[in-house]
């Protein structure tokens, strides 16, 4: 095992542990008050999702051919679709006022996952 090629569990550890420490950052902000510490509870996130990404690189890089080109051709559906929602959204608000409990950033990162698995299907379906 080394830090290029990390363990199979790995990928599962590191993306547990950003969930818990995305979900404890929104929590902890919740609750406190205004100051530095709110800056850097907003940044911890950071490592973990640095993690994550190279867990997933890492990943792919055991894939085959054929799977990394699923992954690929997924990547760049959700890219694509995230692009889309983004400049529609950010037209919509320079159109009409949007609810901000609904449509912020902190809800609207959930469809980039979403996105994902969309070009995911789409990209099995079309190579099977």
């Keep these: 095992m ?3 090629t990390p ?3 790995m990928l599962p550890a590191a993306l547990a542990l950003w969930i818990g420490t995305y979900f404890g950052a929104r ?3 919740s609750q406190l ?3 530095n510490a709110r800056l850097t509870v907003a940044l911890s996130p950071v490592i973990p999702t640095l993690v994550v990404v190279w867990a997933v690189l890492a990943t792919i890089s055991r894939l085959d051919e054929l799977q990394r080109r699923v ?3 997924a990547t760049a559906i959700a890219f694509t679709l995230t692009t889309a929602m983004l400049w529609v959204l950010g037209l919509l608000e320079l159109a009409i006022s949007l609810d901000r409990d609904n449509l ?5 990162w959930a469809f980039l996952p979403a996105f994902y698995f969309i070009g995911l299907a789409a990209s ?3 190579y099977k």
């Design 2 to 4: 080394s830090l290029k």
């Design 7 to 9: 363990p199979k569990w």
């Design 27 to 29: 929590f902890a902000l």
């Design 33 to 35: 008050p205004s100051g």
């Design 71 to 73: 992954h690929f051709e």
């Design 104 to 108: 912020s950033y902190r809800h609207v």
């Design 124 to 126: 099995w379906r079309r």
